[in-house]
């Protein structure tokens, strides 16, 4: 049984649906989600301003035209390749249909997309930051000091993001009210914008062993993802790419095991993350 048109919007709009919630905490990093045409393992190029601070005019010595390449790149490779699948009877699917194509592309979308996170956020550790601060979300005045953390590490505050494990994010919850951010909309998406002059702050459950959060440049993360399209030209009964609005791409296949009489309903992320700026993330302990 074949997905038809319906089944194949409804399975799109589900899974980006609930990618959302998992991919809106890595929407904020500048450079993030875009798709690259190549292999598995090529690389996105990602541009990274290292500039010093103006100074006074001076015909000689600071001139208009004595400027230096101060726009460097780096690399993200397309390196990490998830994948999730599962199968469901001919007798099954004839009596579950479209409820069965929509749910479980819900799922799959939940299930790469918190492994997304996983990675992403794992990779702001000891090893590759060394910069850290003791926090802990006591009061309000605690949760505002983060302010002087990101100044007196260089850290534009209206571009930093405050990434939070569950208790202590759930701590500043029970700190936040309408007033202090506007609307309610952070009690869904889990991301609270503009919160003491933070660009967001966000909450993770992946963060390394020690770190009960981290104070990071949205410009010091690169995400880049691309649709892995089959080889093989209809090899499969239907393949499709699912790009949500940030341009985040998961693919779709569907095929049969033909022995067994069984659909198999597959999802994939080909993908990779970068620290470009270690030196712009703070670990909180």
């Known amino acids: 049984m074949a997905f038809n048109e ?129 926090f802990s979300a006591t009061a309000k005045s605690a949760v505002a000091d983060l302010y002087a953390v990101a100044e007196a590490n260089d850290i534009p505050v209206d571009k930093a993001i405050v990434v939070l494990n569950p208790t202590q994010f759930a701590k500043v919850l029970a700190l936040v009210d309408y007033s202090m951010v506007g609307n309610s909309d952070y009690i869904t998406t889990g991301v609270i914008n503009n919160l003491f002059g933070f660009k967001a702050f966000v909450c993770s459950s992946n963060l390394p062993a020690g770190n009960v959060g981290c104070i990071i440049l949205d410009e010091a993360m690169g995400i880049a993802s691309k649709y892995l399209a089959p080889m093989t030209p209809d090899a499969y009964p239907e393949s499709w790419a699912m790009t949500d609005e940030s341009g985040f791409t998961l693919g779709a296949r569907r095929f049969m095991d033909l022995n067994k009489g069984s659909n198999i309903f597959a999802m994939d992320c080909l993908f990779g993350a970068k620290l470009l700026q270690p030196n712009k993330v703070v670990r909180l302990i």
């Open 6 to 134: 319906l089944q194949q919007k409804a399975i799109s709009e589900y899974a980006v649906f609930a990618a959302h919630k998992n991919l809106a905490k890595l929407q904020l990093f500048s450079h993030t989600f875009t798709e690259l045409e190549g292999r598995p393992g090529e690389s996105i190029a990602i541009p990274v301003y290292d500039l010093s601070s103006a100074a006074a005019f001076d015909a000689d010595s600071n001139n208009y035209g004595s400027g230096t390449n101060g726009v460097g790149g780096m690399l993200i490779s397309l390196d990490q390749h998830l994948v999730k699948s599962v199968a469901i009877t001919d007798k099954d699917l004839a009596f579950t249909g479209i409820n069965w194509a929509r749910d479980t592309a819900s799922a799959l979308a939940e299930s790469l997309t918190r492994s997304i996170n996983s990675y992403t956020f794992g990779l702001i550790n000891q090893t590759n930051c060394e910069l850290s601060a003791s």
